[in-house]
């Protein structure tokens, strides 16, 4: 009678591992947000709502996006930071989000600590462009100019500490010229603005490939380290310049998620990178795939704050 009784008791065990087998499965039960830090229609709202969908269909269940736009996306990592890490409230990480911490002193969070890394999706593409009748040919032009005008010359970026914005000061520092910056809350933001002649120029993430295509814009330099696929732009480094833009676009959650959450996600948005929707959404915004997982990711957040901590701080106390 005893060896029944074993057996039956070896029975429950098995159903009961496999109930919690079922259940870390089920993850997620209910619709998951997307947190966006920049306005409608640019390169990270559009290339996400491309993520979304593709690892909603995965995950078998919807993905929504919800924008809250300003202070270079720092305002969508605040709000991150003081979700529930119970996987339901994820966002999107871009460079602005990440390097305001350093730059801001009313920033309130540290994304090492606050902020649990999932994936990292792609890179960011910074080009300064004007309009195609503007009368400077090249960035020599517009650093002459700038040295020579009687009032500093404007710029338009999607958002106080963005890549874009902390190079383009940069540069303005390593030439000495001083320019008046113009953020607005998202990338189609700042190309209106330049199109509409309320700036000089323009330094933006890629969003402005098709305007730059169609012949309505002008690129003139990018800021990464090679020259940008499809475009015969010269690199900041080939004019001279030391400066490369920090450059990141991945996803987060609050600290302390569940580690099973977190590979779930990780996987998925990895094939989500792979598909041929988010590599159309890429080559229209000139994003470059860049994955990395949740660990690897995380080692990318502290070597690009590591690395550009120094010059932000030097930048902040002189503001």
Request: charged content about 20%; overall charge positive.
């Given at each position: 009678m005893k060896k029944p009784k074993a057996r039956g008791l070896l029975i429950v065990?098995?159903?009961?591992?496999?109930?919690?087998?079922?259940?870390?499965?089920?993850?997620?039960?209910?619709?998951?947000t997307l947190i966006v830090g920049y306005g409608a229609g640019g390169s990270t709202d559009v290339c996400n709502r491309v993520l979304a969908n593709n690892v909603g269909q995965q995950l078998g269940q919807t993905f929504i996006v919800d924008n809250k736009p300003g202070a270079g996306s720092s305002l969508s990592v605040g709000y991150t930071k003081r979700q529930k890490p119970d996987g339901y409230t994820i966002a999107s990480l871009s460079t602005g989000g990440v390097l305001n911490q350093v730059l801001?002193?009313?920033?309130?969070?540290?994304?090492?600590?606050?902020?649990?890394?999932?994936?990292?999706?792609?890179?960011?593409?910074?080009?300064?462009?004007?309009?195609?009748?503007?009368?400077?040919?090249?960035?020599?032009?517009?650093?002459?100019?700038?040295?020579?005008?009687?009032k500093p010359l404007s710029y338009s970026t999607a958002g106080i500490g963005t890549p874009q914005h902390l190079t383009t000061e940069r540069l303005a520092r390593e030439v000495k010229v001083?320019?008046?910056?113009?953020?607005?809350?998202?990338?189609?933001e700042a190309i209106t603005a330049l199109m509409r002649g309320d700036v000089d120029f323009m330094a933006q993430t890629a969003e402005w490939v098709p305007h730059?295509?169609?012949g309505r814009l002008r690129l003139m330099s990018v800021y990464t380290?090679?020259?940008?696929?499809?475009?015969?732009?010269?690199t900041l480094k080939e004019l001279g310049y030391d400066l490369v833009a920090p450059s990141i676009l991945g996803i987060a959650g609050p600290a302390n998620m569940n580690p099973q959450h977190v590979?779930?996600?990780?996987?998925?948005?990895?094939?989500?990178?792979?598909?041929?929707e988010f590599e159309a959404c890429a080559?229209?915004?000139?994003?470059?795939?860049?994955?990395r997982n949740?660990?690897?990711?995380g080692d990318y957040l502290k070597n690009t704050i590591n690395d550009w901590s120094p010059l932000l701080k030097q930048f902040a106390e002189k503001e």
């Open positions: 065990a098995v159903f009961a591992l496999c109930g919690n087998a079922t259940m870390a499965q089920t993850y997620p039960r209910s619709p998951v801001s002193p009313s920033v309130n969070y540290d994304v090492l600590k606050d902020l649990t890394p999932i994936a990292m999706v792609a890179q960011y593409q910074v080009g300064v462009l004007v309009k195609a009748d503007s009368p400077y040919k090249s960035m020599a032009d517009l650093i002459a100019a700038s040295k020579n005008s009687k001083e320019w008046v910056h113009a953020p607005y809350k998202s990338g189609p730059v295509r169609d380290a090679e020259r940008m696929k499809g475009f015969d732009a010269p590979a779930t996600l990780t996987t998925a948005f990895k094939k989500a990178t792979e598909s041929k080559d229209q915004f000139g994003l470059k795939t860049f994955y949740a660990g690897d990711f």
